[in-house]
């Protein structure tokens, strides 16, 4: 069945504070994932991505780890603005395969002045 | 939003009407999908397109129907069937396939009066 929650993991932080977002991924075959960034009424937009040759990427003030033992993915952004309060949702897809991204339901970052 | 346009931002629809909702992209992107957001959750497939004349069917199909006469456009009509249509909906589009990662329009919020 599907879960419903109205309320989305929340991480608190400080402005200048370094943030960690983690996402666990369900397929143990999935080797592409994206990290998207959603502010308050508006679409999604793309940060980062990495395939699963790789066990990190970096990007501009964002680094995104990959775990494949466990299954975990994590988006690591540096000098946390306020600017960067949105939520947070990873995607994972098989590359060469047939099927549509998963989204996760998301993580909502608040950043304090 | 990456070229990709949705309109209008915000709509309402009446006890049995049906209403569409407008995305249009200028990427030149072969594959074009509309997602539901509801709130604290993921994002849920509804339809999606590969080609100009074909469509697939998502996850929450029933009570949606689409079109893709041309490869910049691809309409989605919520029809008087989806009981629960209120909700945040989005488009994207992909360059090539399924499996990577999208770009989103703004979305369009879609009320019952």
């Known amino acids: 069945g599907e879960s419903v929650g109205l309320h989305l993991p929340t991480l608190s932080v400080q402005e200048g504070d370094n943030s960690i977002i983690n996402c666990a991924y369900s397929?143990?075959?999935?080797?592409?994932f994206i990290w998207y960034k959603q502010e308050s009424g508006k679409g999604p937009q793309f940060i980062i991505d990495i395939r699963s040759n790789m066990d990190k990427r970096q990007g501009q003030r964002v680094t995104v780890l990959l775990n494949k033992t466990v299954k975990h993915l994590s988006l690591q952004i540096a000098a946390t603005q306020p600017g960067d309060s949105a939520v947070y949702f990873c995607a994972e897809n098989i590359d060469s395969g047939y099927s549509t991204l998963t989204f996760g339901k998301g993580t909502m970052l608040l950043v304090s002045p | 939003d990456g070229g990709i346009t949705q309109s209008p931002k915000y709509l309402f629809r009446k006890e049995g009407q049906n209403v569409t909702l407008s995305c249009e992209q200028n990427?030149?992107?072969?594959?074009m999908y509309w997602y539901r957001q509801d709130p604290g959750q993921g994002l849920r497939l509804i339809y999606y397109?590969?080609?100009?004349?074909?469509?697939q069917k998502g996850d929450i199909a029933e009570g949606y129907s689409v079109s893709r006469e041309k490869k910049e456009s691809f309409p989605l009509t919520v029809t008087s069937a989806q009981k629960n249509p209120t909700a945040f909906y989005l488009c994207?589009?992909?360059?090539?396939?399924?499996?990577?990662?999208?770009?989103f329009g703004s979305g369009t919020q879609l009320s019952v009066l």
């Open positions: 990427l030149n992107h072969d594959a």
């Open positions: 397109s590969q080609i100009v004349n074909d469509f």
């Open positions: 994207a589009s992909s360059y090539r396939g399924i499996n990577e990662k999208l770009f």
């Open positions: 397929n143990s075959a999935s080797d592409y």
